[in-house]
């Protein structure tokens, strides 16, 4: 994987931190109607979402017009150098339509030999995160200490599955997981929950059909903090695993567990 230049790091802290401020400042100003419904009704964007995504790409037309992009909100385009900066204005809406403060903005970095970086801004810490598997992971500049290995067993899941969903082959395979850890978190924030889990704070992020915007940033972060990260097929879907790596090994071995071999209670 490439490593990443000093001016790409800079460049994707200011990103996220100028689309969070944005979004931040929005919501603090009324969101009002402004809210509309993607696929569910907890899936959700507002104009907040838009204007911090056209924020990062006007930047980014600017400053590197050659590279691709592809944007939560539909900002795409082709990439003439190999290089493709993932981006999502804020991840977890459904928090920010509420006034949680579990949501961030994001976005990675990928070139044609994976993911170079990725950035994140939480607004409610006035915290950027920023790392990548040849750049060690940094919060607000500072060094993030080694990520603590931690079995299933002693680790805290995060995830997002519906109830609604536990009956079919791919809640069956969450069971198999969440069944062995410590502890589950659904926090809403894909990409906040890794910024915990570089952190040594959570320790295992299991989360199926995972588009790359809520997927490549905070992997970036793991990876430069001394994690691992893969995806499985399990149940008929893509499963997203990032986190310590004992308890990413077991998390994927559970997975793909064939039910009829498994103990029988």
């Known amino acids: 994987m490439s490593a990443p230049v000093e001016a790409d790091v800079r460049l994707a802290a200011e990103l996220v931190r100028g689309a969070g401020s944005l979004a931040a400042k929005m919501r603090s100003a009324g969101i009002g109607d402004s809210i509309e419904t993607k696929t569910s009704v907890s899936d959700v964007v507002t104009a907040a979402d838009k204007a911090a995504e056209k924020a990062i790409v006007d930047r980014l037309a600017t400053e590197h017009p050659g590279d691709g992009i592809l944007g939560e909100e539909g900002s795409a385009r082709e990439s003439a150098t190999g290089r493709v900066w993932t981006i999502d204005p804020v991840d977890g809406t459904y928090n920010f339509v509420r006034g949680l403060d579990w949501w961030c903005s994001a976005l990675a970095l990928t070139d044609e030999d994976g ?95 995972v588009p790359d915007w809520d997927r490549l940033p905070g992997a970036a972060l793991v990876l430069g903090a001394g994690g691992t990260t893969t995806q499985v097929e399990a149940g008929g879907v893509l499963w997203s695993l990032a986190g310590a790596p004992s308890a990413v090994a077991e998390a994927a071995e559970a997975l793909t567990a064939d039910p009829a071999q498994l103990p029988q209670e």
Do not use: W
């Not at 500072?142 to 997002?160: E, G, I, N, Q, W």
């Not at 952190?199 to 295992?204: A, I």
């Open 115 to 209: 993911i170079v970086l990725g950035a994140i801004y939480s607004p409610a810490e006035d915290a950027v995160y920023v790392g990548g598997p040849e750049l060690p992971t940094t919060r607000n500049g500072v060094r993030l200490d080694a990520m603590p290995d931690t079995p299933l067993a002693l680790a805290c899941l995060t995830t997002y599955l519906h109830p609604a969903k536990l009956r079919h082959p791919s809640g069956e395979a969450y069971v198999r997981v969440a069944a062995k850890a410590a502890s589950i978190r659904i926090l809403g924030s894909g990409s906040m929950d890794l910024t915990a889990i570089a952190q040594g704070r959570l320790h295992l992020f299991c989360q199926h059909s």
